[in-house]
Structure formats: structure tokens, C-alpha cells
């Protein structure tokens, strides 16, 4: 069993997870691996551990469902080896908003959202009472972009973003890291999913990629990483406007511009 804290990622059948649980264990990580498709994680950790020496544990989830996410909660509650959460289990779905049907919506946001907050809930209670840990959520840049057309996966991916840097401000004092990580384009099936070739895509970053620079922000401590931003300056920018608004957005008086002539 390693000394360093094990790691519990989401989604770790394929893509991002996959890879994160890889880099995980080459840095001598044992592992706890969920997602819904058991061969996949089993041939995921039976390589790893063979390369590796890690423990990996898996751990069969469809985190849309209530007993499922039940099980991952109570590992993450119980288990005080697990010191690093990475929730990262998402999808998408192709269309508009008014060819996607409301089941398919729901479900997209239960996976993106209501399940990374129960898992966070799971965990973050522990983490601070030991005063150490971390917790990484995978958002998207289209959180940032409502212009990128996909509405309601890109509002799920906001919800990651926001609920990332509150919950950063909450347990970054109790000594809890918490990073969210923004990729954008990157080769996965998940573009499979949404009906897209990702072949057929100009600026696709590698999954292995961007996984390494993720990891660079996680070891900076980084409260938002975002991997394909050349000009960190933008982000800067944008969050110190933000920053600059927050004195502002609460007063008794409508403004000026919304008052009624009389
Ligand atoms: N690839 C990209 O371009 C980008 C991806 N992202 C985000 O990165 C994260 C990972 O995506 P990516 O690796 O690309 O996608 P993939 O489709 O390649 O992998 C998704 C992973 O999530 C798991 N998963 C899907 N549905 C469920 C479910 N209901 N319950 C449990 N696990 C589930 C899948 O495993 P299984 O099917 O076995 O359950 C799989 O391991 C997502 O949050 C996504 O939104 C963000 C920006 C860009
Ligand atoms: N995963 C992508 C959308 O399907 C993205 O976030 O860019």
C-alpha cells in the first residue's frame, strides 16, 4: 500500500479519467476507479498495476443513479485512504435545445453536476477535518462561451467552475485543495457521443496533454487550470473584473437606469 493519499477518479473507464488514473499511478498513487463499464476499468487497472505495483480498487457506478452514487459516497466517507477526489465522469449530448429531449437533458445534468456535488459532500468533511486533500472537478471552457451552442452541457460546466471556487474558498483554509480544470477541445469519445469526428476538428489537444498540464496546476495549487489558454493574462483580466464588481452588487436602491419616470 502507498504512503501517499489513494486517488478516487470518476469516469476512469476511457478518456480523461483514464488517463488521470495512469498518471496517478506512475506517480505511486493507489487508486480507486469508477465508472459503469467494468471491463474497461479492469483492463485500465490490470495494466497499471503490472506497470505500476499500485492497488487499484474498482468500483461499478452509473452516477445518474441514486444507489450507485450511494456506494461511491459511502467508499469516500469511510475509506481515509482516499485523500484525492478527481470528478471527473461527464458527457454531452449533440442538438439545440429544442432537439434535446428533457430525459437526455436531466441525465446530462445529474451526471455534470448533482453527482460531483454529492461526491464532493462525501468527501470534503473529512478532508477538512484532517486538514489535507484535494478535490479536482473537470469543467470545459464552454462554461466560459455560451456562444460555443452548447447550452445546457455549457451551463453544467459553469455550475463546475462556480461550485469549484466556492468550494475552494470554503475549504482552501482548512487545507483542502480544490482545482477545477477547464480543458477545451480534446481527443475523447465523448465527441462520439455528441454525434461530432473529432478527426474532422481543428486545435483537438491530446488526452495525455492535457492531463500533464493539468497536473502542473494541481501542483501549483492552482485554483483554475486551464490547459488550452496561451494568455493567462485573459483569465486574469476577466476574474479581476469580476473581483472589482463584488462591492457593487448589492444595494438597497434600483439603479438609476431602472427607476421609473415620474
Ligand atoms: N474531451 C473533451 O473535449 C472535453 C471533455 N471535458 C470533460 O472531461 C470529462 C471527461 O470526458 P472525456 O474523457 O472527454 O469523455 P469520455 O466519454 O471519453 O469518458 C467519459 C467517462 O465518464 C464515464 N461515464 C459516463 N457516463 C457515466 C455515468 N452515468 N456514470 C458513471 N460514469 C460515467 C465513462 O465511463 P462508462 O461509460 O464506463 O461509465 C467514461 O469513463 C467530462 O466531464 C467532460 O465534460 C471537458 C472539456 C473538453
Ligand atoms: N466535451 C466537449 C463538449 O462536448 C467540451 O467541453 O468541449
Given at each position: 500500500m502507498s504512503q501517499l493519499p489513494a486517488v478516487l477518479v470518476?469516469?476512469?473507464?476511457t478518456g480523461i479519467g483514464a488517463t488521470y488514473a495512469e498518471r496517478f499511478a506512475r506517480r505511486g498513487h493507489d487508486l480507486v476507479l469508477v465508472a459503469r463499464d467494468v471491463a474497461r476499468m479492469e483492463a485500465v487497472a490490470n495494466r497499471l498495476r503490472q506497470e505500476t505495483g499500485v492497488t487499484i480498487d474498482i468500483l461499478q457506478a452509473d452516477l445518474t443513479q441514486a444507489a450507485d452514487l450511494a456506494k461511491v459516497e459511502v467508499r469516500l466517507r469511510d475509506d481515509a485512504r482516499i485523500?484525492?477526489?478527481v470528478n471527473n465522469a461527464g458527457t454531452a449530448i449533440g442538438g439545440t435545445f429544442v432537439e434535446q429531449s428533457t430525459d437526455d437533458m436531466t441525465r446530462?445534468?445529474?451526471?455534470?453536476?448533482a453527482?460531483?456535488?454529492?461526491?464532493?459532500?462525501?468527501?470534503?468533511?473529512?478532508?477538512?477535518?484532517?486538514?489535507?486533500?484535494?478535490?479536482?472537478?473537470?469543467?470545459?471552457?464552454?462554461g466560459?462561451?455560451?456562444?460555443?451552442g452548447m447550452t445546457v452541457y455549457g451551463a453544467t460546466k459553469a455550475f463546475v467552475l462556480f461550485l469549484s471556487q466556492g468550494l475552494g474558498l470554503e475549504l482552501g483554509?482548512?487545507?483542502?485543495?480544490?482545482?477545477?480544470?477547464?480543458?477545451?477541445?480534446?481527443?475523447?469519445?465523448?465527441?462520439?457521443?455528441?454525434?461530432?469526428?473529432?478527426?474532422a476538428m481543428n486545435?483537438?489537444?491530446?488526452?495525455?496533454?492535457?492531463?500533464?498540464?493539468?497536473?502542473?496546476?494541481?501542483?501549483?495549487?492552482?485554483?483554475?487550470?486551464?490547459?488550452?489558454?496561451?494568455?493567462?493574462g485573459q483569465w486574469e483580466a476577466l476574474e479581476a473584473a469580476r473581483r472589482a464588481m463584488l462591492?457593487?452588487?448589492?444595494?438597497?436602491?434600483?439603479?438609476?437606469?431602472?427607476?421609473?419616470?415620474?
Open positions: 470518476t469516469g476512469a473507464s485523500g484525492i477526489l446530462l445534468v445529474a451526471l455534470n453536476t453527482a460531483l456535488v454529492r461526491l464532493a459532500s462525501a468527501i470534503a468533511p473529512r478532508l477538512a477535518k484532517a486538514g489535507e486533500g484535494a478535490i479536482v472537478n473537470i469543467g470545459s471552457v464552454v466560459l462561451a455560451p456562444e460555443f483554509p482548512k487545507g483542502v485543495y480544490v482545482q477545477a480544470v477547464l480543458p477545451a477541445t480534446t481527443r475523447t469519445e465523448i465527441w462520439e457521443h455528441v454525434g461530432a469526428d473529432v478527426n486545435n483537438v489537444m491530446e488526452v495525455g496533454d492535457l492531463v500533464d498540464a493539468a497536473l502542473v496546476g494541481f501542483d501549483r495549487r492552482e485554483p483554475v487550470t486551464i490547459p488550452p489558454l496561451h494568455d493567462a462591492g457593487n452588487l448589492v444595494n438597497a436602491l434600483p439603479a438609476e437606469r431602472y427607476r421609473t419616470l415620474a
